[in-house]
C-alpha cells in the first residue's frame, strides 16, 4: 500500500527568518525527496486547518486567540527562542490538520503509513503556552481529533526528537487511553522527562521517559527501541504516532547526540517493524525538529524509504569516534519500574 505525505506551501508562511527552525528546513527536505524520486511515488494528502473546537480539545482559548492576535499584529518574539509572523497562525492551523489528515488516512487504510512534513513544530507547546519554537500542539490536537471521532481508542506516541515532548507529556499524563514513550537528550532544554515520571492517576504507567546522557548514538537508540518495542507490545495501540526530530543527528549543533541517519533509519525499521506486529502497521511520522539541512533531509529520506520497504543509504557516514556512555543501568531502572521483561526487548 501507499506511503501518505503531507505538505503544503503554506507551512513556509510560518517565517522565522535566521532562526534554526526556519521555512527552508522544508524546501531542503522536498528537494531532498525530489531528488531521490520519492516525491511522486507518495501519496500526497491535502492538509486541512484544524478547526477551533479540535485546537480547544488542546488549547485554552487564551492560548488560541493570543497566537491569533500576535499573527494579526504581524508577530514578534515569543520569548528567547520562539517567534511568530503574520503568516503563523495559518501555517500552525494547517499542522495540527495536516497531522489529523495524515492519522485518519492512516486509520482508514488509505494509505498503510504516512509522514507529515509540517511546520511549526508542536511538542514543545502547551495547554496554555507556546515555547521551544512551537505554537499549537500539533500531536496532541491530532489525538484528541481521532479519539473524539472514534477512530482510535488506544494509541502510543513515539517521540524521538532530541528535546522532550513536555507539551504532549502534559497532554496526556493522566489519560490511560495514550502512552506516551520519550527519549531525549537529558540535560538539554526544556528540563523535563525525568525517568521517574511515569503518568498520574488512570494514566500512571503509560509515560516512559528515557533521559539519555550527552553522546548516546545509534547503539543506544537501538537499545531504547527495544524498550519501546516492548511497551507498545503490551499497550497494544491501534496506531503508533511518532514525534520526529532529527535534531540528534551528529552534525546537528543543538544537541550531543551522536546519531547518524543509519541509526534513524534504524529506528523507523523498529517502528515499522512493531506496527506491524501489533497494530497493522499503522504509524504516522509527524515532524518536529531537525536543524541541519543536510542531516534532516537524508534522514527523512531514508525514513520515506523504510517506509516504503526499500533500501537507503546513509551518505553522511557515523560520526568521529566517540565514547558512548553506557545506559544498560538507565534501561534496567525503567523496566524495574515499569515491569517490563529484562531478557525481551535486548
Ligand atoms: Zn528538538
Redesign the pocket.
Known amino acids: 500500500m501507499a506511503v501518505g505525505l503531507v505538505y503544503h506551501p503554506v507551512y513556509l508562511e510560518h517565517d522565522t527568518g535566521h532562526h534554526p527552525e526556519r521555512a527552508s528546513r522544508l524546501v531542503e527536505i522536498k528537494a531532498a525527496l525530489e531528488r531521490d524520486g520519492l516525491w511522486p511515488r507518495l501519496h500526497h494528502l491535502s492538509p486541512r486547518p484544524a478547526t477551533e473546537p479540535e485546537l480547544l480539545e488542546a488549547h485554552s482559548q487564551e492560548h488560541i486567540r493570543w497566537v491569533k492576535s500576535q499573527a494579526q499584529q504581524g508577530g514578534g518574539w515569543v520569548d528567547m527562542d520562539t517567534i511568530l509572523s503574520a503568516g503563523s497562525y495559518q501555517a500552525a492551523l494547517y499542522a495540527a490538520g495536516g497531522a489529523i489528515v495524515a492519522a485518519e488516512a492512516v486509520l482508514k487504510g488509505d494509505v498503510s503509513q504516512a509522514l507529515a512534513l509540517v511546520r511549526p513544530p508542536g511538542h514543545h507547546a502547551t495547554r496554555d503556552q507556546a515555547m521551544g519554537f512551537c505554537l499549537i500542539n500539533n500531536m496532541a490536537v491530532a489525538i484528541h481529533a481521532l479519539l473524539a471521532g472514534g477512530t482510535a481508542q488506544r494509541i502510543f506516541i513515539f517521540d524521538f ?3 522532550h515532548g513536555n507539551g504532549t507529556e502534559a497532554a496526556f499524563y493522566s489519560d490511560p487511553r495514550v502512552f506516551f514513550f520519550s527519549m531525549h537528550q537529558h540535560p538539554l532544554y526544556p528540563g523535563t522527562g525525568h525517568a521517574d515520571h511515569m503518568g498520574d492517576g488512570e494514566g500512571r504507567g503509560t509515560t516512559i521517559n528515557v533521559p539519555l546522557p550527552p553522546e548516546c548514538g545509534d547503539e543506544e537508540f537501538r537499545q531504547v527501541c527495544g524498550l519501546m518495542a516492548q511497551a507498545v507490545r503490551r499497550f497494544r495501540p491501534d496506531i503508533i504516532l511518532v514525534s520526529a ?1 532529527y ?1 540528534g543527528h551528529w552534525l546537528d549543533g ?2 550531543q547526540l551522536q546519531l547518524s541517519v543509519s541509526g534513524y533509519a534504524q529506528t523507523a525499521e523498529t517502528i515499522r517493524g512493531v506496527a506491524g506486529e501489533v497494530c497493522g502497521g499503522k504509524a504516522v511520522f509527524l515532524l ?2 531537525g536543524y541541519h539541512a543536510a542531516a534532516l533531509s537524508t534522514s527523512v529520506v531514508a525514513t520515506c524509504r523504510v517506509l516504503l520497504g526499500e533500501e537507503w543509504v546513509d551518505l553522511l557516514g557515523p560520526p568521529m569516534p566517540y565514547s558512548p556512555p553506557d545506559i544498560s543501568p538507565l534501561l534496567h531502572g525503567l523496566r524495574h519500574i515499569h515491569e517490563l521483561d529484562e531478557a525481551e526487548g535486548s
Open positions: 526528537d532530541a528535546h526530530g535534531d543543538i544537541s518536529e525538529g
